[in-house]
């Protein structure tokens, strides 16, 4: 009975000492609702208004699944990578998986529209090419991650842009078409910093000027940045726009014209032509350059689009170039709900110097004549 009521007056001493200090209970505020994001509509879809700022944002960004096949000169297939067993050699697929997020903002200034972009690919897979060389660092037929790279990183105000892009060269241009393989002959390399100014002088007609580092071997080796302008001019019909470069590292000068038609609403072509003087490419480089990266002095590409309906598109591209390399690539395109989208191509390249000893090798082929396949899935959001 001594323990029974010692435990019936300790519950009851708890409950008054609780009840005593509920009195000075802290009261938990009820969490305020909170609202929801604030659209912006000013740049397009997608975009919505950073809490507090003026800013406008968007996040993107696609997934891409890759799967080649064939030679190695159509930049489809794996060739000559070693047998586990025998000690031979086979071919193989090349498989790639991308995913790539883009970033976007802008906001009006009293000096114009700031603007920013961002884009950065996260890679797994291996590489196309002619793996005959078996030497340990040749392992490109190896899937892994490979480097993340940084393909976007600018910022714009008004016309003046600044940051890591792809040099004006290719991207005011226009690029080859709409088709996988669209370097087969190649008419540009990308990557660059740059400070460039874009103007719009009104009835169709833009401009660009841009002073551009280059990238790997075609970096700048002084303080002199090569040099690119373009003009352009279009209307309902389409459009004609040329570009200049001037290589500060060769002192040479190349540029490129194209011409894009608007046949009717299925229906688009475009012919673009380039020509760069080499003599110094010759002497101290490989024939090819940032700004010239195609063989010898001239090539041409040309091509289109045709839509069958909103979901189905053909697209071709023929490409040819004075050291008589013909590249040609086609496929078909559909999209089966909006936003996935798979493109199935056929691709072709004829090597005209591959016996020469002179050869340069852009798109590593083991023979003369290469023809492959691939298929891409991709998803855009």
């Known amino acids: 009975?001594?323990?029974?009521?010692?435990?019936?007056?300790?519950?009851?001493?708890?409950?008054?000492?609780?009840?005593?200090?509920?009195?000075?209970?802290?009261?938990?505020?009820?969490?305020?609702?909170?609202?929801?994001?604030?659209?912006?509509?000013?740049?397009?879809?997608?975009?919505?208004?950073?809490?507090?700022?003026?800013?406008?944002?968007?996040?993107?960004?696609?997934?891409?699944?890759?799967?080649?096949?064939?030679?190695?000169?159509?930049?489809?297939?794996?060739?000559?990578?070693?047998?586990?067993?025998?000690?031979?050699?086979?071919?193989?697929?090349?498989?790639?998986?991308?995913?790539?997020?883009?970033?976007?903002?802008?906001?009006?200034?009293?000096?114009?529209?700031?603007?920013?972009?961002?884009?950065?690919?996260?890679?797994?897979?291996?590489?196309s090419g002619d793996y005959t060389d078996q030497t340990p660092a040749n392992n490109g037929w190896q899937a892994g991650n490979k480097t993340t790279t940084l393909n976007f990183a600018w910022i714009q105000l008004g016309g003046l842009r600044v940051g890591k892009d792809e040099t004006v060269y290719d991207q005011f241009i226009g690029y080859a078409g709409n088709v996988i393989q669209d370097t087969l002959i190649p008419y540009g390399v990308k990557d660059?910093?740059?400070?460039?100014?874009?103007?719009?002088?009104?009835?169709?007609?833009?401009?660009?000027?841009?002073?551009?580092?280059?990238?790997?071997?075609?970096?700048?080796?002084?303080?002199?940045p090569h040099v690119v302008g373009g003009l352009k001019y279009k209307g309902d019909w389409?459009?004609?726009?040329?570009?200049?470069?001037?290589?500060?590292?060769?002192?040479?000068?190349?540029?490129?014209?194209?011409?894009?038609?608007?046949?009717?609403?299925?229906?688009?072509?475009?012919?673009?032509?380039?020509?760069?003087?080499?003599?110094?490419?010759?002497?101290?480089?490989?024939?090819?350059?940032q700004y010239k990266p195609w063989g010898g002095n001239w090539a041409v590409w040309g091509g289109g689009t045709y839509k069958f309906n909103e979901k189905t598109s053909f697209n071709a591209q023929i490409s040819y170039d004075d050291w008589k390399n013909l590249g040609v690539a086609a496929n078909v395109a559909y999209t089966i709900v909006p936003g996935f989208t798979v493109t199935t191509e056929v691709d072709y390249l004829n090597a005209g110097k591959f016996d020469d000893f002179d050869f340069n090798n852009w798109t590593k082929a083991d023979k003369k004549s290469s023809v492959g396949g691939i298929v891409r899935f991709q998803r855009n959001f």
């Open 1 to 127: 009975m001594n323990i029974k009521s010692l435990l019936l007056g300790s519950a009851a001493a708890l409950i008054a000492v609780s009840g005593a200090r509920a009195a000075d209970a802290v009261v938990v505020a009820e969490p305020e609702p909170a609202g929801y994001v604030k659209i912006c509509d000013v740049y397009g879809a997608g975009y919505f208004y950073i809490p507090g700022t003026e800013t406008c944002l968007r996040i993107g960004g696609y997934l891409r699944y890759d799967m080649g096949v064939g030679d190695s000169g159509s930049l489809d297939g794996a060739n000559n990578v070693p047998d586990h067993m025998d000690g031979g050699t086979n071919d193989t697929w090349y498989k790639n998986m991308r995913f790539t997020l883009r970033t976007y903002t802008g906001q009006e200034t009293e000096l114009g529209t700031l603007k920013t972009f961002t884009e950065t690919r996260f890679q797994f897979g291996n590489s």
């Open 192 to 224: 660059t910093n740059l400070i460039s100014y874009y103007f719009d002088a009104g009835s169709g007609f833009t401009g660009v000027v841009s002073l551009e580092e280059g990238t790997a071997v075609n970096t700048i080796d002084s303080y002199v």
């Open 238 to 289: 389409g459009a004609i726009t040329g570009v200049v470069a001037y290589d500060s590292n060769y002192e040479e000068v190349a540029g490129k014209v194209r011409l894009d038609v608007n046949v009717s609403k299925e229906l688009t072509l475009f012919v673009m032509g380039g020509y760069g003087t080499n003599d110094n490419i010759n002497d101290f480089g490989t024939g090819r350059t």
